[in-house]
């Protein structure tokens, strides 16, 4: 079964430039997470998904990161414009939330960033 | 807030030994769930603990909840360099159960 898919892998670019950041989530699953994940600051969470739905974006660091889930196997997160201190490898994962309970979640490959 | 806790932040072993990560909640939790991230790769999940004592195995790895349900540990007897990690523990947001909050984990290297 395919996991949950990233692309890029890999994303250098330059200051003030707009990133894009996708991700595919497993089929069947009702939640999508996006992480940044820094040395300093470990795994964080930017904003959640379910059903498509914007549940929680608390985690979004400032107006210039935006996120979507138009359809419930597509998620963009974007970064209009981007800083040095976005740099940061980006992990979506997805997972199946019932009402009672957590599932595990599984992770895609993420997207080392880096901006210059 | 809601926090959790790992300790130690690194360890260094050598092939053959024992290792012990502990998890520290600030907060009563529902249930725990451990990952591993190796280097330059994304957290896999290994195990949830959901009831208070728990004790879980999985080969070299064991897994236990606290009675207060507070905190866990994850121990792996005799170490192999595929054991090199990070290992995270995550327990649920006491607000809305569907956000994990993470610790900052504890990274293993293993000597060969």
């Known amino acids: 079964d395919a996991g949950v898919i990233q692309s890029p892998r890999h994303e250098v670019t330059e200051m003030g430039q707009e990133v894009t950041l996708r991700c595919k989530p497993i089929s069947g699953h009702n939640s999508l997470f996006w992480y940044r994940q820094t040395m300093m600051r470990g795994l964080e969470l930017l904003i959640y998904f379910n059903n498509n739905v914007p549940i929680d974006d608390s985690g979004m660091p400032e107006d210039r990161f935006s996120a979507k889930m138009p359809n419930a196997s597509f998620s963009t997160l974007k970064i209009q414009p981007s800083e040095p201190r976005d740099s940061a490898v980006y992990f979506c994962a997805s997972s199946f939330l019932a009402k009672l309970s957590n599932q595990p979640q599984h992770f895609g490959d993420g997207t080392r960033l880096s901006i210059l | 807030g809601q926090q959790v806790m790992q300790i130690p932040q690194y360890q260094h072993v050598q092939e053959g030994e024992d290792f012990t990560t502990y998890c520290n909640s600030s907060?009563?939790?529902?249930?725990i769930q451990w990952y591993k991230q190796r280097p330059g790769g994304h957290p896999v999940f290994l195990i949830q603990?959901?009831?208070s004592g728990e004790v879980k195995k999985q080969k070299r790895l064991t897994f236990q909840f606290g009675e207060a349900k507070k905190n866990s540990s994850l121990h792996i007897t005799a170490t192999q360099t595929t054991d090199v990690g990070t290992y995270f523990c995550a327990g649920p947001n006491a607000g809305n159960n569907r956000k994990l909050i993470w610790g900052l984990g504890t990274s293993l290297a293993v000597n060969p």
């Open positions: 603990l959901v009831k």
């Open positions: 907060t009563t939790l529902s249930n």
